[in-house]
């Protein structure tokens, strides 16, 4: 009996374990069909992982107190985090498709000021920032500049007969867009002396010859020759050098047609052409005067890059306007109006040259210029001018009005 017990609970031990291994091999198997789709769930998902986290910390965040909120929005505006402020329930997606990865939000740019340019004092050195003319290297070049470092009063004498003008010309060029070298074509044509009359008839600080002046409706008459009205005369020099460099296509070409004439220059091109060469100014054949146009220009403009270079000192020009002009509509005589001013006779007709006799006359176009600082002191003392009628008003249409009607430009 007891042999027989034992051979039973031999028997039941023996079953037990299998039944054991028999449920483990089934859990095994139910474990690896189990683990298979999360596995190709992981892999799935991976790309997917810095967002899920970006959402969880977002969530995580919002059930904070209240004392929180200001880190959160600490941590918004760092780059390391994706999203501005803490996700709510209704902003985390309820399926994994919905769940794509946030491109990097693109933080703003501090805007960088531009550095502060200092004002320009001097107005010469407004000309050397604007230099736009290609430069000109030949032996005549050399030659002039030579010749002006030589001649160091004459130098001189032209830049300080231009500190009157030379602000109100670069006004002008600025307007335009036009190169800052042609400042020192009054040089070349009339050494800056509004006065200057050549040979050809040619007048004034740029040198029109009557024809080309009637073109650009410069005035020539008994009392006034705008030839030689600073104003007026710069004006048009400027629009009619603009008007060749458009007919030519080039600058130096139309400084040469300045000079010699735009038919000249014109047929002279034509002429190259027809032969097969080259029409630039360099390859023009050109009379002497022309030939050295440029060439000086090209000088004046190297000593003024560099004067020390030459062993030369120009004095720096306030970059301010000089003069003011003053229309009137009452004769004036010259003298009085001086005194009116309160400048010296030379002073008023270095900028008033355009008059031919004692007498600044009544029509439209007539104008005063003046000093700037004068320019108070003039229009009180003329409201309170009793003195005698223009001497020379006798035999000029019109009256003397009783008090002027005056409007101020400022150059």
């Given at each position: 009996?007891?042999?027989?017990?034992?051979?039973?609970?031999?028997?039941?031990?023996l079953?037990?374990?299998?039944?054991?291994?028999?449920?483990?091999?089934?859990?095994?198997?139910a474990?690896?069909?189990?683990?298979?789709?999360?596995?190709?769930?992981?892999?799935?998902?991976?790309?997917?992982?810095?967002?899920?986290?970006?959402?969880?910390?977002?969530?995580?965040?919002?059930?904070?107190?209240?004392?929180?909120?200001?880190?959160?929005?600490?941590?918004?505006?760092?780059?390391?985090?994706?999203?501005?402020?803490?996700?709510?329930?209704?902003?985390?997606?309820?399926?994994?498709?919905?769940?794509?990865?946030?491109?990097?939000?693109?933080?703003?740019?501090?805007?960088?000021?531009?550095?502060?340019?200092?004002?320009?004092?001097?107005?010469?050195?407004?000309?050397?920032?604007?230099?736009?003319?290609?430069?000109?290297?030949?032996?005549?070049?050399?030659?002039?500049?030579?010749?002006?470092?030589?001649?160091?009063?004459?130098?001189?004498?032209?830049f300080?007969?231009?500190?009157?003008?030379?602000?109100h010309?670069?006004?002008?060029?600025?307007?335009?867009?036009?190169?800052?070298?042609?400042?020192?074509?009054?040089?070349?044509?009339?050494?800056?002396?509004?006065?200057?009359?050549?040979?050809?008839?040619?007048?004034?600080?740029w040198?029109?010859?009557?024809?080309t002046?009637?073109?650009y409706?410069?005035?020539?008459?008994?009392?006034v020759?705008?030839?030689?009205?600073?104003?007026?005369?710069?004006?048009?020099?400027?629009?009619?050098?603009?008007?060749?460099?458009?007919?030519?296509?080039?600058?130096?070409?139309?400084?040469?047609?300045?000079?010699?004439?735009?038919?000249?220059?014109?047929?002279?091109?034509?002429?190259?052409?027809?032969?097969?060469?080259?029409?630039?100014?360099?390859?023009?054949?050109?009379?002497?005067?022309?030939?050295?146009?440029?060439?000086?220009?090209?000088?004046?403009?190297?000593?003024?890059?560099?004067?020390?270079?030459?062993?030369?000192?120009?004095?720096?020009?306030?970059?301010?306007?000089?003069?003011?002009?003053?229309?009137?509509?009452?004769y004036?005589?010259?003298?009085?109006?001086?005194?009116?001013?309160?400048?010296?006779?030379?002073?008023?007709?270095?900028?008033?040259?355009?008059?031919?006799?004692?007498?600044?006359?009544?029509?439209?176009?007539?104008?005063?210029?003046?000093?700037?600082?004068?320019?108070?002191?003039?229009?009180?003392?003329?409201?309170?001018?009793?003195?005698?009628?223009?001497?020379?008003?006798?035999?000029?249409?019109?009256?003397?009005?009783?008090?002027?009607?005056?409007?101020?430009?400022?150059?």
């Open positions: 009996m007891a042999t027989k017990n034992l051979h039973f609970c031999a028997f039941d031990a079953r037990k374990q299998m039944l054991h291994c028999a449920q483990d091999d089934k859990k095994q198997v474990r690896t069909e189990f683990q298979r789709p999360i596995k190709a769930w992981r892999v799935r998902m991976r790309p997917w992982v810095p967002a899920l986290a970006a959402a969880a910390i977002g969530l995580a965040s919002a059930g904070q107190a209240g004392g929180n909120q200001s880190d959160l929005a600490y941590r918004a505006d760092q780059p390391s985090y994706r999203i501005p402020q803490a996700a709510t329930n209704s902003q985390l997606p309820r399926r994994l498709e919905e769940l794509e990865p946030q491109p990097p939000l693109a933080l703003p740019m501090a805007e960088i000021a531009p550095p502060l340019r200092k004002p320009v004092l001097n107005v010469w050195d407004r000309v050397r920032n604007g230099f736009a003319l290609p430069e000109l290297k030949n032996p005549l070049v050399s030659h002039w500049q030579a010749w002006y470092a030589n001649r160091p009063q004459l130098l001189k004498a032209m300080e007969r231009s500190r009157r003008y030379v602000y010309v670069v006004e002008e060029i600025d307007k335009r867009g036009m190169p800052t070298e042609l400042v020192f074509l009054p040089m070349v044509e009339s050494g800056y002396n509004p006065m200057a009359l050549s040979p050809a008839r040619a007048a004034g600080l040198q029109f010859i009557p024809s002046g009637k073109d409706k410069l005035e020539q008459g008994l009392l020759d705008a030839r030689r009205d600073v104003i007026a005369s710069t004006a048009a020099a400027l629009d009619y050098l603009q008007a060749l460099f458009e007919r030519f296509g080039d600058r130096q070409l139309a400084l040469a047609a300045y000079n010699w004439g735009e038919g000249s220059v014109g047929k002279a091109i034509a002429r190259n052409k027809a032969k097969g060469l080259p029409a630039d100014y360099k390859a023009l054949s050109l009379p002497e005067e022309t030939r050295n146009y440029l060439p000086k220009l090209q000088a004046l403009k190297n000593i003024l890059a560099n004067p020390g270079a030459f062993n030369i000192e120009i004095e720096p020009v306030p970059n301010t306007p000089y003069f003011a002009a003053i229309a009137s509509d009452r004036i005589d010259v003298d009085v109006a001086a005194r009116l001013a309160e400048v010296t006779l030379e002073e008023f007709l270095a900028l008033n040259p355009s008059h031919n006799l004692n007498l600044i006359s009544k029509s439209p176009r007539a104008q005063i210029v003046l000093p700037v600082e004068k320019l108070e002191a003039f229009i009180s003392n003329l409201d309170n001018y009793r003195g005698e009628p223009p001497k020379r008003e006798s035999g000029v249409k019109g009256r003397a009005s009783s008090k002027p009607k005056t409007s101020v430009r400022r150059f």
